[in-house]
């Protein structure tokens, strides 16, 4: 059945929480540790199996593949958007971007806090969907293009978000995945004997660069 399918998933004594758990994990993994994901994770492309629990992808005509830079930079967006942090939002997704006619720096930065930082403001109860949304269309307005590899990267990682907190309201991408994206990250790391500390998710990925051969 589809992964929100909740009523038939409750009914055969399957647990929603294990479920986002195992599906936000592999759904990470795809996006910032190996770089090649499934493009269009909706609902009816993620289903589970009532009789083994098994969460299952189908139809992969559509994937992606993201540099190692380029998962740098996604674990860098969900950081600063995480922290509401709409400047440093619009600094990261105006450096994967590129123009398509002349862009006003100054009218950018300001269009972009007017128009996002509603979404981030910490009052706020939209999803994080809607900020990265309105995010694509203030490059756009501005004469910006982001990366179409990167684009689909994110496009799956809200659809993956979507899934998650219909399963479990409270663990998607920003909470539950941000935190399953530093253990998965840490055990590849400390896999290829490198001492990490006691650092946090921010440390990491300051870190990150320097490990890059760990990663690949």
């Known amino acids: 059945v589809k992964i929100t399918d909740i009523e038939r998933i409750r009914g055969a004594g399957l647990d929603l929480d294990t479920l986002s758990e195992r599906f936000l994990e592999a759904a990470v993994k795809q996006l910032l540790v190996d ?23 189908i139809d992969l005509g ?16 969900m950081i600063v958007v995480r922290q509401q942090d709409a400047a440093a939002m619009a600094q990261v997704m105006h450096g994967l971007s590129t123009p398509f006619r002349a862009v006003d720096e100054a009218a950018y930065r300001r269009d972009f806090a007017r128009r996002v930082g509603r979404f981030l403001d910490p009052d706020s109860k939209a ?17 910006l293009r982001l990366d179409p590899a990167f684009t689909l ?40 004997c490198v001492r990490l500390g006691g650092h946090g998710a921010e440390g990491l990925l300051l870190d990150l660069p320097r490990h890059a051969p760990a990663l690949q």
């Open 62 to 77: 559509m994937c992606g593949q993201l540099t190692l830079q380029q998962r740098f930079t996604l674990i860098k967006l």
């Open 127 to 143: 999803p994080v969907g809607d900020a990265m949304n309105v995010g694509f269309d203030v490059l756009r307005d501005n004469g």
């Open 35 to 57: 770089g090649f994901f499934h493009g269009d994770p909706h609902p009816g492309n993620v289903l589970v199996d009532l009789n083994s629990s098994n969460v299952c992808m």
């Open 153 to 192: 990267a994110v496009k799956a990682m809200m659809q993956a978000e979507v899934i998650a907190t219909t399963l479990e309201p409270g663990g998607g991408m920003l909470t539950r995945g941000y935190e399953i994206a530093e253990r998965l990250l840490r055990e590849r790391l400390a896999a290829e």
